[in-house]
């Protein structure tokens, strides 16, 4: 089993919709938890944190849940411009482990 | 504010050529920094990470080497590339084990 695992998509959106996708994670005692954006051929970019709680960040809305060790990010209002890959990040302690990515298309 | 640079941007190499890849920060000091390689289509593989000058922790097994000849400057190396080399080459730094921030990449293609 993969330490972090994601959907890889596509996810394929209407313009305006929400879209949510999930990333399992296998170490229980992981730490911290991000979400990254990478566009075609550019870098990863930090998106967000995930906080135990819960956040949210204008259309960005972001969740933890340890019991069952997933994260989820949620996405509403999709833009065109949110066509991207959403990297899972995870702390497990002394490194952070990156899952495959998720592919977002938003289409007009 | 920080900044991170990688150069060069692209690179052409054939089979067998040394490569070495360059990255430095700005802005910030004693930064954790590491080099990941992402092949195409594919996520994020850790290769090096290093927590100080001369402080280098290899992740995967391979033909490469980093160094650290500074407090801010880390450097990805290999004497001979391989085909399986070709990939995208991104650093990054962090404060601690926190948030890390990457730097443009590079895009290696060895032919």
């Known amino acids: 089993r993969k330490e972090v695992e994601q959907d890889p998509g596509p996810f394929n959106v209407p313009e305006g919709a929400t879209v949510a996708f999930n990333c399992t994670y296998s170490n229980s005692a992981s730490q911290s938890f991000f979400w990254y954006r990478q566009d075609c051929r550019k870098e990863p970019k930090l998106l967000m944190s995930?906080?135990?709680s819960g956040n949210e960040d204008g259309r960005f809305t972001a969740q933890l849940n340890r019991a069952s060790q997933y994260i989820s990010l949620l996405i509403r209002d999709s833009k065109l411009s949110d066509s991207a890959t959403y990297l899972c990040v995870v702390n497990m302690g002394n490194k952070l482990t990156f899952g495959g990515g998720t592919r977002v298309l938003v289409k007009p | 504010s920080q900044t991170i640079h990688q150069w060069p941007a692209t690179l052409v190499q054939p089979v067998g050529s040394p490569l070495s890849l360059e990255c430095t920060v700005e802005?910030?000091?004693?930064?954790?920094l590491y080099w990941y390689r992402q092949a195409a289509g594919r996520g994020l593989q850790l290769l090096f990470y290093s927590v100080g000058i001369g402080q280098i922790s290899s992740e995967v097994p391979q033909n490469l080497s980093a160094s650290r000849p500074q407090d801010r400057q880390f450097i990805l190396s290999s004497k001979k590339l391989l085909l399986s080399d070709s990939g995208f080459y991104l650093c990054?730094?962090?404060?601690?084990?926190?948030?890390?921030?990457f730097g443009p990449g590079t895009r290696l293609l060895v032919l």
């Open positions: 802005g910030t000091s004693n930064p954790n």
């Open positions: 990054a730094w962090s404060v601690l084990q926190e948030t890390q921030y």
């Open positions: 995930v906080y135990s």
